[in-house]
């Protein structure tokens, strides 16, 4: 889940999704990683330019941000987000 701090204006991303049902965090079954560092679910890891996210098989660079992140997808030029 990517979050966005308007308190420090940047991007954090944390493994998995609030589940409404319970009201409690449920960490993905295939994990997510910074620069290969494991993301967790409760206090998540800011993003910088030029980090790398892995999430499961997939890899996901942060090529840059200001108010919108823009990123790219294994080497595929930048583009704006689909998430709001």
Excluded at 6 to 21: K, L, P, V
Excluded at 53 to 61: A, K, L, T
């Amino acid at each position: 889940t990517l979050e966005w701090d308007e308190s420090d204006r940047h991007w954090y991303i944390r493994d998995g999704q609030y589940d409404t049902e319970t009201h409690s965090w449920q960490r993905s079954k295939n994990g997510t990683h910074v620069n290969s560092r494991e993301v967790d679910s409760s206090h998540g890891v800011r993003l910088e330019i030029d980090d790398i996210i892995y999430v499961g098989e997939m890899r996901i660079g942060v090529a840059g941000y200001d108010e919108t992140v823009y990123m790219y997808y294994d080497g595929e030029k930048p583009r704006p987000p689909y998430w709001t």
